[in-house]
């Protein structure tokens, strides 16, 4: 009883409380040891993603959000002299089909095969060619068919711009301007040649884009601007273009002809105003101007080039003082280089004639002109044709472009020289031949051809095609004394149907028998060209008509015609004024013609195909002749 | 500190005003050059009309189809004879026939 509580412990408590303390110190210590540790592990991580793996993941996540779209570049169009559109690039539809969505090829190909014109089974194929998502059906529709085929509004058909190749003239120098291919590209002609100004640069966009593949606005990463392709702006012509091969066309029609070749050259500057190529009809289809896939044959082809070719001849002699224009020459209508070799002759039978030079090229006469290289030695033949320009690609750069064929003048043997001097056994372009004219109507200065005029770069900037300077082949007393004696040709000898009124005519006609396979000349078969320039008196235009295998013999009554309807299209569009107002030479031209002489291309009036061509190849231009042929003996002027 | 807080809030917002107004102006921006690529088609697309429509063939088929016909010569006008001689004094009437024989030596001896 009575007895007091014992008195608590006063050290316990505070033991507690300091092991209370110490414990969550240790905790916090612990948590924060973790946490620093995590940290540090994520710091660590961090920086191993960031600096030893970051690029790694950059790339992955760059290819994963942005997307490269590449901007294609326009191509450039190619113009006329005047600025007419000769080829432009346009964006079409291309139409495609996803295969996976399509629910019944058989029935979609053929709903499209009519609109799209393309063969059915094809159409049937690229629609069931899964697991593709993606198989063209036609390339570069236009607006109509597109819009049609959108109308039928089928699944899994979908359309994709694309840039299409245009040639508003449609035929108009296809063998010029060339094509493009599928890939945009230039296969051929201007198209293939200056392809890399054409063509452009492309460029590319750089966007990011959603997890569903939409383009995140204002995320543009990168732009390369796509840089429009270099227009190009040729000397051509597209009226006389025209005019050229629809003459030419008509006549090779007319004249049951395989092929034909034109072109007109500005004097003054050398500028081509038009280059024509035709195809004679064959058992496939009817004579059309060449297509852009073929030869552009004036540049290409190569033919010997007959009596054209007496004008190198003559131009030389006279020059070097070997004859003048009024000498005198005793010409039979045959004669013979060598026992071994049939004798050369002239066209058609004469008793022997006292022609001066001027009168033997009036004629074109074989024997005379003989008689004439009789007087030169081998080496003057072979300068005379170098000096004009053939055996050497033309000033135009073109690709296939023949150097043409001459042989030199130590393999001439007996009749080299003789063959050469009246074309024969030398083989030249058109373009070359119309080159040596051009030069007699400069003045004796050659005149070197341009076909590209300028070129307009993406910013609008024209860069003018300097010309090339000529160099002088004979003098310009010579060079006179040709055309007066070319004027003489046309007035009263073998060039009577390129008369024409107002202005003066000075040219030549050649008719080349045509090398056969065999090595023999053909009997039948030959080129027959015209060749010259207007006005005689002041030159302004040069031009070249070439028929490959016309049914009449005569060039007179083939290509002259052809010459001249394309030559007064071309003085009266440039708007040259006549010098012959009195019509002299025109006059003498008509009252030398003979009875029956027709000197007109009959224009649309003869069958579209020839019955007289079935069967024959479509080959245009000549086969070719053995460069070397010691004995061309064609018997055969004019 | 409120006056720190409504700045933040007005940066803010003027942050955001600035990206819709920076999107619209991508949308504006993709719809006028959406615009333009349509009217360079259209321009090219009228461009090659024009160029085929005023081709040589072209329009020879629609001459054709109007009923014309080549007739397939070249008429040319000669200039009619030269007017009577005028009254002029001798130094300008020596003035005008040097200067006709200049220019017109085709017309031969007809004086002005």
Not at chain 1, 311 to 333: K, N, Q, R, Y
Request: proline share 7%; net charge neutral; hydrophobic share 40%.
């Amino acid at each position: 009883v009575g007895r007091a509580p014992a008195p608590r412990p006063e050290a316990k408590p505070k033991a507690n409380e300091f092991k209370k303390s110490r414990d969550s110190g240790r905790r916090l210590a612990a948590c924060s040891a973790i946490v620093i540790v995590v940290f540090g592990v994520l710091a660590v991580r961090v920086a191993n993603l960031q600096l030893m793996s970051g690029n790694r993941y950059e790339r992955l996540a760059v290819a994963q959000s942005l997307r490269t779209i590449p901007l294609s570049a326009a191509r450039g169009g190619i113009f006329d002299r005047n600025g007419r559109d000769l080829a432009i690039s346009i964006e079409r539809s291309t139409v495609y089909a996803d295969p996976m969505l399509v629910p019944d090829p058989i029935t979609e190909a053929a709903k499209l095969a009519p609109i799209l014109r393309v063969d059915e089974q094809y159409l049937r194929r690229q629609l069931s060619a899964r697991p593709l998502q993606f198989s063209y059906l036609a390339h570069t529709v236009d607006d109509a068919t597109a819009e049609k085929v959108r109308a039928l509004g089928l699944p899994g058909i979908g359309f994709v711009p694309e840039p299409a190749r245009t040639y508003p003239s449609g035929a108009l120098a296809g063998a010029l301007l060339g094509s493009v291919g599928t890939e945009g590209h230039g296969l051929n002609g201007i198209e293939y040649l200056y392809n890399s100004l054409l063509e452009g640069r492309s460029g590319q966009l750089v966007v990011e884009q959603d997890p569903q593949g939409h383009d995140i606005p204002n995320t543009q990463h990168a732009r390369v601007s796509a840089r429009r392709g270099t227009d190009v702006v040729l000397t051509i012509d597209e009226d006389l273009q025209w005019q050229a091969e629809h003459s030419l066309l008509d006549q090779v029609i007319a004249q049951h002809a395989k092929g034909g070749m034109a072109a007109v050259v500005d004097v003054a500057t050398g500028d081509v105003l038009s280059m024509a190529t035709v195809r004679g009809a064959t058992a496939e289809g009817a004579a059309r101007v060449a297509a852009p896939t073929e030869r552009n044959s004036p540049l290409t082809d190569l033919f010997e080039p007959g009596s054209t070719n007496k004008l190198v001849t003559l131009s030389w002699a006279i020059e070097h003082g070997v004859v003048e224009p009024d000498t005198m020459f005793t010409v039979p209508w045959t004669t013979r280089i060598d026992p071994h070799v049939k004798p050369y002759k002239d066209d058609e039978w004469h008793p022997p004639m006292q022609w001066t030079t001027s009168d033997i090229l009036r004629e074109s006469s074989n024997v005379g002109t003989i008689e004439i290289a009789r007087r030169m030695r081998n080496q003057d033949i072979a300068d005379a044709l170098r000096a004009f320009g053939l055996g050497t690609k033309t000033a135009i750069t073109w690709p296939g472009q023949p150097n043409g064929l001459l042989v030199d003048p130590s393999e001439y043997y007996a009749t080299g020289k003789y063959a050469s001097a009246i074309g024969y056994g030398v083989d030249v372009t058109a373009m070359q031949m119309l080159d040596a004219f051009a030069t007699i109507a400069n003045g004796g200065m050659t005149r070197p051809p341009r076909l590209l005029d300028a070129t307009i770069d993406s910013h609008g900037t024209r860069h003018v095609t300097p010309s090339v300077s000529g160099t002088r082949v004979v003098s310009a007393a010579t060079a006179r004394t040709m055309a007066t004696m070319l004027e003489g040709v046309v007035s009263g000898g073998t060039g009577l149907c390129a008369a024409m009124p107002g202005y003066p005519v000075a040219g030549k006609t050649g008719t080349a028998k045509k090398l056969l396979p065999s090595g023999k000349y053909s009997n039948s078969a030959h080129m027959a060209s015209f060749i010259g320039f207007a006005p005689a008196d002041h030159p302004r235009f040069a031009a070249m008509v070439v028929l490959d295998d016309p049914a009449s013999v005569y060039a007179s009554v083939t290509a002259a015609p052809v010459w001249s309807e394309i030559m007064q299209s071309a003085l009266t569009r440039y708007s040259v004024a006549p010098t012959d107002a009195t019509d002299v030479q025109y006059k003498a031209a008509q009252a030398a013609k003979l009875p029956g002489m027709n000197c007109t291309v009959p224009h649309g009036t003869a069958p579209a195909t020839s019955p007289v061509l079935s069967g024959h190849p479509a080959a245009a231009g000549s086969p070719g002749s053995l460069p070397n042929d010691p004995n061309p003996n064609p018997n055969q002027g004019h | 500190m409120f006056g720190f807080g409504v700045a933040t809030v007005a940066s803010l917002f003027a942050l955001v005003a600035f990206h819709v107004f920076a999107v619209q102006s991508t949308f504006t921006l993709d719809r006028i050059a959406k615009a333009r690529t349509n009217e360079e088609l259209r321009n090219e697309r009228l461009r090659a009309q024009v160029a085929t429509l005023s081709s040589p063939s072209s329009i020879i088929a629609r001459a054709e189809q109007l009923g014309m016909t080549n007739d397939g010569g070249f008429e040319y006008v000669q200039a009619p004879k030269a007017a009577p001689k005028r009254v002029t004094s001798d130094a300008s009437q020596q003035a005008l026939e040097k200067s006709w024989k200049t220019t017109k030596p085709h017309l031969g001896d007809n004086n002005p």
